[in-house]
Each structure stands twice: as C-alpha cells, then as structure tokens.
Nanobody, 115 residues
Framework: QVQLVESGGGLVQPGGSLRLSCATS????????MGWYRQTSGKQRELVAH???????NYADSVKDRFTISKDNAKNTVYLQMNSLKPEDTAVYYC?????????WGQGTQVTVSS
C-alpha cells in the first residue's frame, strides 16, 4: 500500500533553515504529483508547495522565495527546503499525494520556529 513518511522537522531559530523529507513506497513515484501542506491548531490544513510529476512547482505566496520543493525519482523522495524561517511557519507539515481513488497523507512532522 502507499506510504508516506516525513522526517526532518524540529526546533529552529527565526532566520534558520530546515529540510523536510518525505520517503514514499507503494507507488510509481515518478508519475505522481506531490505536495507539502501544513496545519496549526484550530486552522485548516493549507498547501505550502506542490510539484508536478514533470517537475514544475507551485508555492503559497507566504513561502515564495524562501521554500523550495524538489524530488528525487531515484530515491522515491520529495523534499522541502525551508530557508529564512519565521515564527509563523510553525506548524505540523504533511506530505501529500493522490491517485484516482483517494488521497494519501503522511503522519506529519512538527516544525517549530522560536528563539
């Protein structure tokens, strides 16, 4: 079955960087669009970045020029490089994909930006 496993979250100071990874299994990774979402308590999950199977990318306005999504088809892994982190980036970050049947989510990884 499809599995998405995030890693790389943690505590970082404002202005710092983190790289999140999402290792996938059970899917033909190179054919799938992938996304990163985030959620804070009491708010809806929001799209942060999206990468199409062909490599084109989209970003939320709030993270443009700071975050970069990429994927390695050989490793079946999608990444989110986060630079110039701000306290408002604090959230649980989720990896996402979907096929014609359903959506798939990882378990989430906590990112906390605080001094």
């Amino acid at each position: 079955q499809v599995q998405l496993v995030e890693s790389g979250g943690g505590l970082v100071q404002p202005g710092g960087s983190l790289r999140l990874s999402c290792a996938t299994s059970g899917l033909l990774f190179r054919f799938y669009d992938m996304g990163w979402y985030r959620q804070t308590s009491g708010k809806q999950r929001e799209l942060v970045a999206h990468i199409h199977s062909g490599g084109s990318t989209n970003y939320a306005d709030s993270v443009k020029d700071r975050f970069t999504i990429s994927k390695d088809n050989a490793k079946n892994t999608v990444y989110l490089q986060m630079n110039s982190l701000k306290p408002e980036d604090t959230a649980v970050y989720y990896c996402y994909t979907r096929d014609t049947v359903r959506d798939y989510w990882g378990q989430g990884t906590q990112v906390t930006v605080s001094s």
